[in-house]
């Protein structure tokens, strides 16, 4: 059987398993409230307080909420809203943003490493 080298490319890459985003929690108003409360200590960016990891949000307005440093990592954001709020130095990697507004809003030295992002605005924010 003659093999030629595209038929062992495709070959190769069919063997490579697809990773599959861990499953979210979806959370309510309400839960999303506590969890926001909880982000109390920058300094402790690793701690549980500011883990957002694997969490959807859908439809919810934040307004005057420190952030910074939170991890939301594979989270996912829906048409939600930040009015002057803080993501300084937070972590989005291959977290998913869809028709969400910033006004007001501090996101610096954010990373969006591997994220998907759609319909975003940002009014008036700082970006650095």
Known sequence: MKRDANTEKN?????????????????????????????????????????????????????????????????????????ECKFDHSEFYFAELHNCVFRNSSLENCNFSFAAVSGLTFLQCNLQ
């Open 11 to 83: 070959t190769a890459v069919a063997a490579v398993p697809a990773v599959a985003a861990p499953e979210r929690r979806v959370l309510s108003a309400e839960e999303a409230k506590k969890l926001v409360s909880k982000c109390t200590d920058y300094n402790d960016s690793r701690s549980d307080n500011r883990n957002f990891k694997c969490v959807e949000f859908s439809g919810i307005k934040f307004k005057g909420e420190d952030l910074s440093g939170i991890e939301a990592h594979y989270s996912k954001f829906t048409d939600c809203e930040f009015e």
